[in-house]
């Protein structure tokens, strides 16, 4: 027996340092101790202690009486060491929880000192810190990336005169008007009570019983039902401030504004069937591909956008400003592009940074301030409640993630975890000891000096009554197949719906945004048309149509940051294969090999190749476009495999572009795919067809495939019931 102790403790201890010289040093940096080791090891290895910095012998065996125990007490190593795991999870987000962070910084491109004061926007090229997480909003910390969901936006931007938090999400409206409205809102999303499922899903019971008895929600719903609610990767979506905010110059001028963040390499968003795929291949696809664009040097970035306008403007609108679900098109009001925002960093410890960042929407600095809108208001209260719950009391500033970059000076004091106290025996202001902070109107925060008068009520204001126009605007302003992909998200959705009468009422409010669309949904669910709902004020049909809605509308025209998946096998043409990977190089964008064995393929000229993926779990729903490269032997060796065959016809029903060498005509022929061959198919024969593809990609997907041909389960072609007006 004790010949074993001393063999488990000998395999510990002898296995080399991986990387050593950066684990030590980073290790010892991260723990708060300046880099300083306790003890150095004759191996390398900084010694390992207990908390409290007392040095451990043995980190295999607790301390028992005798080899076989009992185990004792006083192991304080032990009972530590299990007492902190116990305690390593704290309460995950209550929405919002699965989410995702980087570091980078948010760069003034055109000054905004003309409208308002805050230092961020002052000088051109100014690179500020920043910190981004992104998220889903239904799921739980471990649910799936491509659920259909809003995604969060959250930018904390540590400004010379503190944080500031732009809390928005991927769509620029939101489910509700009230935040009185937000815990019923919530409830009816998240899983069922009684059940605890479905998980990161809106396509339940509860979440369309509560939208069917809310028609504020439904411009949000259109949005929620399009593609933006499945976003090809986190770097492809844009994000919005959503409500109305203030900006005030320096002498308190107020101008409304409206925050975009416009992503540089464009618009992107997978279809349904391919989001539901990718959680099973892949449920990191968001995080993983963020993770992967960072540490290779493809900085995500973003333009930072404004809308701007003043009262008078605003009481053109026969909407209110103050409504969330409203937005304005930018048709009207030009996004005026002020700068920009790059993720140039991972983070070093996902909790520390990305599960412990607390936004609050009420960070802003001096020359931000808020509008009246009653979401906006009922944030305002919120964010700052729900990180003592999380983070446990109100030091969570004191959590360098959270920290302020610049000098600060209060007389906050003492809590749970306090890491700084006010020094010397002052701790109050005014005082007559001549120290301490104090109070400066010249730079300090001021709110707009608006005047308010009214009586005391709960009322709803007559200009938030319009609930379908701008959702009809947005159903109007897509693309034929954008609109089908709405239709069929809803029937969707409601297929899933127990109850008819929920399913009806739905139906119900769908046509006062268009008779058609509600028809096609109502067909889709075998449902006979309801009666419209009443509406509180009847939709404005003539609203012009707003393209920026629309993400087909505005293809990014490149293919940079996209990915190619080359199913290759031993064999597969060496010159085709280097020069598909030369133009994609060349455009910016990437490739991963999916072979039948993960060690890889023998290119014909003998050059060997890694895999990235075997192709069972590698299937084409990872990649933007795919390649078949194979010889002869390789596609009759694959033509009866399953999930090639799946790797091919997904990526045709997925309107991807499909390039092939000659050889890959068996795979195409056991695909099934021989007798459809469209125009999102390029023949790889010599180099200058890999330029061909690339440029083909660009269009991202060969979306005529999905409109013109006939689709596995469907009896005929289907075709866009309407041209938008
Ligand atoms: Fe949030 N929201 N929210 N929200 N929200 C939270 O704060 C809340 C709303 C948004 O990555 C919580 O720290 C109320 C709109 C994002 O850490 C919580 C209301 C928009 C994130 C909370 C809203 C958002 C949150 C949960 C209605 C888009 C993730 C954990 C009045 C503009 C931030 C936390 C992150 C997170 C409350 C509505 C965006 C509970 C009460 C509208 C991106 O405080």
């Not at 290895?45 to 065996?61: E, M, S």
């Not at 540590?158 to 919530?186: H, R, S």
């Not at 089908?484 to 029937?491: F, G, L, N, S, T």
Request: with cysteine; hydrophobic share 40%.
């Amino acid at each position: 027996m004790k010949k074993m102790q001393t063999s488990t403790r000998a395999t510990a201890k002898t296995a080399k340092p991986v990387e050593k010289p950066v684990i030590a040093k980073s290790y010892a940096e991260a723990q708060g101790n300046g880099g300083e080791t306790h003890q150095t090891a004759a191996d390398g290895y900084p010694t390992l202690t207990t908390q409290q910095g007392i040095p451990v012998a043995d980190d295999q065996n607790s301390l028992k009486i005798g080899a076989r125990g009992p185990t004792l007490l006083e192991d304080f190593h032990f009972r530590e060491k299990i007492f902190h795991f116990d305690h390593e999870r704290i309460p995950e987000r209550v929405v919002h929880a699965r989410g995702y962070g980087a570091h980078g910084y948010f760069e003034v491109t055109d000054p905004l000192s003309d409208v308002t004061r805050a230092d961020v926007f002052q000088r051109k090229g100014e690179r500020t810190p920043a910190f981004v997480r992104f998220s889903t909003v239904a799921g739980s910390k471990g649910s799936a990336d491509l659920a259909r969901d809003v995604r969060g936006f959250a930018v904390k931007i540590y400004t010379k005169e503190g944080n500031w938090d732009l809390v928005g999400n991927n769509i620029p409206v939101f489910f509700i008007q009230d935040a009185i409205k937000f815990p019923d809102f919530v409830h009816s999303v998240k899983p069922e009570p009684d059940r605890d499922f479905p998980q990161a899903a809106s396509a339940h019971d509860n979440f369309w019983d509560f939208i069917s008895l809310t028609p504020e929600s439904m411009h949000m719903i259109m949005w929620v039902m399009s593609d933006r609610a499945i976003p090809r990767s986190l770097r492809f979506m844009e994000g919005f401030g959503v409500h109305t905010f203030r900006f005030l110059d320096k002498k308190d001028k107020s101008t409304f504004v409206k925050f975009h963040w416009k992503p540089k390499l464009g618009m992107q968003s997978v279809v349904w069937n391919e989001a539901v795929k990718i959680n099973g291949a892949d449920p990191d696809f968001h995080r993983r591909d963020l993770w992967d664009a960072i540490t290779t040097g493809n900085f995500p970035e973003w333009e930072l956008g404004v809308q701007l306008f003043d009262q008078k403007f605003a009481d053109k609108f026969a909407f209110d400003v103050l409504d969330p679900t409203k937005l304005i098109p930018e048709e009207i009001l030009p996004v005026r592009i002020v700068g920009r925002l790059v993720l140039d960093r991972v983070v070093d410890n996902f909790f520390a940074e990305t599960e412990q960042v607390a936004f609050c929407t009420q960070n802003v600095p001096p020359g931000i301030d808020f509008s009246n809108d009653p979401l906006l208001q009922g944030r305002n209260f919120s964010y700052l409640d729900t990180q003592i719950k999380r983070l446990g009391g109100p030091n969570f500033t004191h959590i360098p993630i959270n920290a302020p970059k610049c000098p600060f000076a209060h007389l906050q004091q003492d809590g749970h975890m306090a890491m700084r106290n006010p020094v010397g025996r002052v701790n109050y202001e005014p005082n007559s000891w001549g120290v301490g902070p104090r109070e400066n109107p010249a730079v300090g925060t001021r709110s707009f000096a608006e005047p308010v008068e009214g009586t005391k009520q709960r009322l709803r204001a007559d200009s938030f009554a319009d609930h379908y126009s701008q959702a009809r605007q947005f159903f109007m302003s897509q693309t034929p197949g954008e609109q089908k992909h709405i239709a069929d998200a809803i029937v969707f959705e409601l297929s899933k719906v127990e109850r008819a009468d929920i399913r009806a009422r739905v139906v119900s409010h769908l046509l006062n945004i268009d008779q058609d669309f509600a028809g096609t949904v109502a067909d889709g669910l075998g449902l006979d048309l309801p009666k419209p709902a009443v509406a509180a004020r009847p939709t404005d049909r003539k609203q012009p149509v707003s393209d920026a809605l629309s993400i087909q509308k505005n293809p990014p025209g490149t293919f940079e940051g996209r990915k190619v998946g080359i199913l290759a096998t031993d064999g597969a043409n060496a010159g085709l294969f280097a020069s598909l990977t030369a133009a994609l190089i060349k455009e910016g964008a990437s490739f991963e090999v999916v072979a039948p064995k993960i060690a890889g393929v023998t290119l014909s000229d003998g050059k060997q190749v890694a895999a990235k993926q075997k192709i069972d779990g590698g299937p084409s729903v990872l990649y933007d476009a795919v390649a078949v490269l194979v010889s002869d032997e390789g596609a009759t060796l694959l033509k009866m495999h399953g999930p090639t065959k799946d790797f091919l016809s997904d990526a045709f029903a997925h309107c991807k572009f499909i390039a092939y060498s000659t050889e890959a005509a068996p795979l195409l022929e056991a695909a099934g795919l021989s007798d459809k061959m469209d125009g999102g198919f390029v023949a790889l024969a010599a180099k200058p067809d890999a330029d061909a593809f690339v440029t083909a990609c660009r269009a991202l997907r060969f979306w005529d495939r999905e409109l013109n041909t006939k689709m596995k389960g469907e009896d005929k072609p289907v075709k866009a019931k309407r041209k938008p007006a």
